[in-house]
């Protein structure tokens, strides 16, 4: 027999909640009864909404809707388990062609979720022996694929060339290890980009293999939307395209984009999409449709306007993500409160998303805002200045 008492399960929970409160960092869900779009409803008021990576406006699109209505008429509502299971069903196959094809590689393969394509593609590739390079600032799904991986895992100042070449040089000497660097393309708290052309010429010059999230510049960023690494003209020499589709794709699901042996292996070594149930046809039939009329002239007309909001908003920035840097916790979840006192949805980010002390609210600006949309938004911070 222990020693150990039992305790109270709830109690030891609630414990937890309050120091997440002390902290300022309690969070909780708020019910939105409306689509997502620059205006949604959350208890019953309308909120200007700057939270959402719908940097398109196509979530709400009748593109898209009326291609998942198609699917769920044709294929159900769900997939009925792994795609290795009962079969793979023709909107996968659709989807996976045509984003093969947007991406210039060779294959596609999708998963339920972001986060499932990182944690099934670095576990699936990288071993103990190995050793994985990534970016301070990557996405928390890589630095838990990293640490579940349990290959030797080391970190890079932020877009820090001279750190990762250090870092690099100190990996060539096992010669008996794969070495994979992780790095976003378009940051996702700060919205700046990283010196991918670079990153490119160092992994070439030591043998190391690449890995780029796509996520928050596919649809935006280069010729026909297909991201930052087209537009630098590095896609060809990235062994690993990552990305989500639902940002400005606007449906749901996560993505590895790169040449056929890569998708073979990882459909047979990616526990994350080995032993999950396949994601809703319907998300599939909607983020194909997505990306053929991203590469539309439709949609060059809307990332113009993407663009104008941005430059309205703030002149200077290449990104459709617009920190606006607090700090304290505390402060910036007043400063969200403010904010949605003047009918304006803008989340406090902070720890763990961002680093302690790093608070901020983050607006996202998407082209379906209207130029009214960011004259509010300018003077409501105006005045809360």
Known sequence: ?????????????????NALRKQNLFRELRRVDSPQSPHIKICGKTFLNFSSNDYLGLANDPILKEAAIKAVEKFGAGAGASRLICGSLAPFHELEETLAAFKNTEAALTFSTGYAAVLGTICALLGKNDIVIIDKLVHAS?????????????????????????????????????????????FSM???????????????????????????????????????????????????QMGTLGKA???????????????????????????????????????????????????????????????????????????????????????????????IFIPAIRYPTVARGAARLRVAMTAAHTAEDISQLLAALTGLR
Not at 8 to 15: A, G, R, Y
Not at 166 to 184: G, M
Not at 198 to 222: C, P, Q, R, S, Y
């Open 1 to 17: 027999m222990g020693n150990r008492t039992v305790k109270s399960f709830d109690l030891e929970l609630q414990q937890r909640l």
């Open 142 to 186: 890589v630095v838990d694929a990293a640490r579940l991986s349990g290959a030797k895992l080391r970190v890079f100042g932020h877009n820090d060339l001279e750190d990762l070449e250090k870092i690099l040089k100190w990996a060539d000497k096992n010669s008996k290890a794969e070495i994979l660097v992780v790095t976003e393309s378009v």
């Open 190 to 240: 700060d919205g700046d980009a990283a010196p991918l052309r670079e990153i490119v010429a160092l992994k070439n010059k030591f043998g190391a293999w690449l890995m780029v999230d796509e996520a928050h510049a596919t649809g935006i960023l280069g010729k026909g939307g297909r991201g930052l690494a087209d537009e630098l003209g590095a896609s060809g020499q990235i062994e690993i």
């Open 249 to 343: 794709i606007g449906s749901s699901g996560g993505y590895i984009c790169g040449s056929r042996m890569l998708v073979d292996f990882l459909i047979n070594q990616a526990r994350s999409f080995i032993f999950s149930t396949a994601p809703a046809p319907a998300a599939a039939a909607g983020a194909t449709a997505a990306i053929q009329f991203i590469q539309s002239k439709s949609s060059e007309a809307r990332r113009n306007l993407l663009w104008q909001r941005v430059k309205q908003f703030k002149p200077k920035s290449q990104s459709a993500i617009v920190p606006i840097l607090i700090g304290d916790e505390n402060k910036a979840l007043e400063t969200a409160a403010k904010l949605r006192e003047k009918n």
